[in-house]
Nanobody
Framework: QVQLVESGGGLVQAGDSLRISCAAS????????MAWFRRAPGKDREFVAA????????DYTSSVKGRFTISRDNAKNTVYLQMNSLKAEDTAVYYC?????????????????WGQGTQVTVSS
């Protein structure tokens, strides 16, 4: 079992930056791809960003490319999402997810473990 705990969400203004974190309880953290998904009010959960187990590969949904950066520290069992130039449409609950394999997946079905989510609210 892998437990994931997100932190760092909050209320910010449009144009601001925010970094959210996800701490994982896994002895095989470096062998797991990690991802961030989000669910906005009234919408389905959507893919935001993912990073391979080694950290050498990343992928992003088009709406956040150039603004968000996913990274990981395998020594700390932690994955981060740095969010810059935030927009009102980025408002959502952000979920951290862990995969049983080191390569990136892009769908919710690719990830077996999920955190409880952290709320990010961007006011315009």
């Amino acid at each position: 079992q892998v437990q994931l705990v997100e932190s760092g969400g909050g209320l910010v203004q449009a144009g601001d930056s925010l970094r959210i974190s996800c701490a994982a309880s896994s002895r095989t953290f470096g062998s797991r791809a990690m991802a961030w998904f989000r669910r906005a009010p009234g919408k389905d959960r959507e893919f935001v960003a993912a990073i391979s187990g080694s950290g050498g590969s990343t992928d992003y949904t088009s709406s956040v490319k150039g603004r968000f950066t996913i990274s990981r520290d395998n020594a700390k069992n932690t994955v981060y999402l740095q969010m810059n130039s935030l927009k009102a449409e980025d408002t959502a609950v952000y979920y951290c997810a862990a995969r049983g394999q080191p390569w990136i997946g892009l769908t919710t079905a690719d990830y077996a473990y999920w955190g409880q989510g952290t709320q990010v609210t961007v006011s315009s």
